[in-house]
Structures are given as C-alpha cells and as structure tokens.
T-cell receptor, first 115, second 117 residues
Framework: AQKVTQAQTEISVVEKEDVTLDCVYE???????LFWYKQPPSGELVFLIR??????QNEISGRYSWNFQKSTSSFNFTITASQVVDSAVYFC????????????FGKGTRLSVIA | EPEVTQTPSHQVTQMGQEVILRCVPI?????FYWYRQILGQKVEFLVS????????KSEIFDDQFSVERPDGSNFTLKIRSTKLEDSAMYFC???????????????FGSGTQLSVL
C-alpha cells in the first residue's frame, strides 16, 4: 500500500532563513510519481513539482529545490531565503504509475515565515 | 493559465439534505477527480471519472455519493443525505493525459467548503 509521511506538522522560521520540509514515502511499485503541492491560506492547491521514480536528479526552481533519494524513500523540499509569502501548508503526494491512479497525500507541513 | 472552476465556494446545509457541488474542468481534459480535505487533515481521494464512468473510487465514496458529467462541461459531486462528518473542503481536479502520464499535472480547483449543520 502507498503511504506518505510528513513528520513535521508545523515549522516556523524567520524570513530569509532556509527551511527543508521532509517527505518519506512507501510504495511497492517500481514506477511512481512524487509531487509537492502548496496550499496557501486562500485554500487552493497549487502544483509545485512532479518527479518520476526513474529521475533522481535534484531539481532547482528559483528559491525552491527538491532532493529525491530513492535509497531512503525521501523527497525533501527546501526553500532558500524564505519569504512571508511562502507561509502555507505544503503537501507531499505519491501516485503509482499503473494507469490513472489517485494521489495519496501526506498530512502536510504548515510553514510559517515570520518577518 | 487555464483553471478548474468550482462553485459555490462555500455551501452550508442541514444534515440530511442533498447537496450538489459543481466543477468546470479544463476544457480539453479527459480525467476528472474529486478529493476532500477535512479541516486540518490531509487531502483524500474520493473518485476519478473517465469516459463518462467512474474509473476508481475510495472507501469514502459510498452510496451517498455520486458523480455526473451532465453536459460535457460540468462535473458534479452529489451527496444525497449529508452527515455532519461530510463537512470538509471538496476539491475538483482534472488532467489531460492518460496512462502513466495521467498525473503529469493535476489541476485543482479552489475548492468548495461544505459545512453540514
């Protein structure tokens, strides 16, 4: 069965600090997809990244970076030089690649960036 | 960028009443989904819909729930007799692709907050 664990329930940082959000997953499939979504206070779910299980290259997009480690089943998300607008709940999610499979979400990490 | 549109943004109803939550997926998308998020909890899959039929559903999606694509543009979620525990944010989502690439990018709507009193 699939499972996504985000052990950090809430994190508070001061603006300009770097912060890493942890995500550990479980799946029996060899092919799967991992995602991060941002949920700002307004409530919508904003897609940040999708990564397939065969691509372990780390990715950087502006202040965001992702570290995919298959050996430890982790897909961690780092925000560099955090800003108040980064305050949100961040969800990690997993989907097995056997057709149209639904996303399994972690419980989310609430990030508060303080000015 | 194209959007998934959900209406209403908030819905208040009495226990036992029927509610219909409406969604307009992105026009060329083929797969449609409903997810829900009980306050403070994780987002949970309810149902997926493709080619005018349910392709997968979770344990949450019992006989009280139904989905429909009545006119080729709208995608609705009906709860026949609401319970207090149905109170949640309901998200509609759609995607363009099929097979393993289905989750290439899942577009979510901004949600409907359902409150059952």
């Amino acid at each position: 069965a699939q499972k996504v664990t985000q052990a950090q329930t809430e994190i508070s940082v001061v603006e300009k600090e770097d912060v890493t959000l942890d995500c550990v997953y479980e799946t029996r499939d060899t092919t799967y997809y991992l995602f991060w979504y941002k949920q700002p206070p307004s409530g919508e779910l904003v897609f940040l990244i999708r990564r397939n299980s065969f691509d372990e290259q780390n990715e950087i997009s502006g202040r965001y970076s992702w570290n995919f480690q298959k050996s430890t089943s982790s897909f961690n998300f780092t925000i560099t030089a955090s800003q108040v607008v980064d305050s949100a709940v961040y969800f990690c999610a997993l989907s097995e690649a056997s057709g149209n499979t639904p996303l399994v979400f972690g419980k989310g990490t609430r990030l508060s960036v303080i000015a | 960028e194209p959007e998934v549109t959900q209406t209403p943004s908030h819905q208040v109803t009495q226990m036992g009443q029927e509610v219909i939550l409406r969604c307009v997926p992105i026009s060329n998308h083929l797969y449609f989904y409903w997810y829900r998020q009980i306050l403070g909890q994780k987002v949970e899959f309810l149902v997926s819909f493709y080619n005018n039929e349910i392709s997968e559903k979770s344990e949450i999606f019992d006989d009280q729930f139904s989905v429909e694509r009545p006119d080729g543009s709208n995608f609705t979620l009906k709860i026949r007799s609401t319970k207090l525990e149905d109170s949640a944010m309901y998200f509609c989502a759609s995607s363009a692709q099929t097979g393993a690439a289905t989750n290439e990018k899942l577009f979510f709507g901004s949600g409907t907050q359902l409150s059952v009193l």
